[in-house]
């Protein structure tokens, strides 16, 4: 069974960075064909895909947070982490970490969040 | 980007009623590539639907999924009690990836 656990401050201070990192049991960050991505959710609010680490290492992220955001991940320990920089009340938000299930053929295709970490609420705040 | 415009925002039934819930789409979402999770208060979202039509593990056959283009729907056939939850659904046929807003399904 996947398992994902995000750790990582629950308290940020407005345009500091985001820091989260996500550990992984079940399966390999480094190897299979799966992606590795960030979701969050502001309060009372539907979901937000930020972005993903494919096992190559190549990542995709949405584009309105390009420019802040960075998805990493460490092969030894079997995480991938996330940082946003410059962070203000409108990134407080519920923040998951997924797998992305993905598949590609002639004759299918789909990019499936089938295991989804517990959550982690971080707020930015002075 | 694709937008997703969820509908009903809330649907209010009794157990054992059909629950319809609508997806639509700002473009055409090629060939249904489209999933359908399910998030109840306090949890994170799972995964019912993806495909468009295979259901995860677990998931029982009460729900479905359906459409084409830009019309999509999920279907309870019959709400049991584990059913009432906020649903979304997802496209995946570009980037960014994205969701609807989302309906809730009370009990009425």
């Known amino acids: 069974q996947v398992q994902l656990q995000e750790s990582g401050p629950g308290l940020v201070k407005p345009s500091e960075t985001l820091s989260l990192t996500c550990t992984v049991s079940g399966d390999s960050v480094s190897s299979g064909n799966n992606y590795w991505s960030w979701i969050r959710q502001a309060p009372g609010k539907g979901l937000e895909w930020i972005g993903y680490?494919?096992?190559?290492?190549?990542?995709t992220y949405h584009p309105s947070l390009k420019t802040r955001v960075n998805i990493s991940r460490d092969k030894s320990k079997n995480q991938f982490s996330l940082r946003l920089t410059s962070v203000t009340a409108a990134d407080t938000a519920m923040y998951y970490c997924?797998?992305?299930?993905?598949?590609?053929?002639?004759?299918?295709?789909?990019?499936?969040?089938?295991?989804w970490s517990q959550g982690t609420l971080v707020t930015v705040s002075s | 980007e694709i937008v997703l415009t969820q509908s009903p925002g809330t649907l209010s039934l009794s157990l054992g009623e059909r629950a319809t819930l609508s997806c639509r789409a700002s473009?055409?979402?090629?060939?249904?590539?489209l999933g359908w999770y399910q998030q109840k208060p306090g949890q994170a979202p799972r995964l019912l639907i993806y495909?468009?039509?295979k259901r995860a593990a677990g998931v029982p056959d009460r729900f479905s999924a359906s459409g084409s283009g830009t019309d999509f729907t999920l279907t309870i056939t019959r709400l049991e009690p584990e059913d009432f939850a906020v649903y979304y659904c997802q496209q995946y046929v570009s980037s960014p990836l994205t969701f609807g807003g989302g309906t809730k399904v009370e009990i009425k």
């Open positions: 473009q055409s979402v090629s060939s249904g590539y």
């Open positions: 680490i494919y096992v190559s290492g190549s990542t």
């Open positions: 495909g468009p039509s």
């Open positions: 997924a797998r992305v299930l993905y598949h590609f053929d002639t004759t299918s295709y789909y990019q499936a969040f089938d295991f």
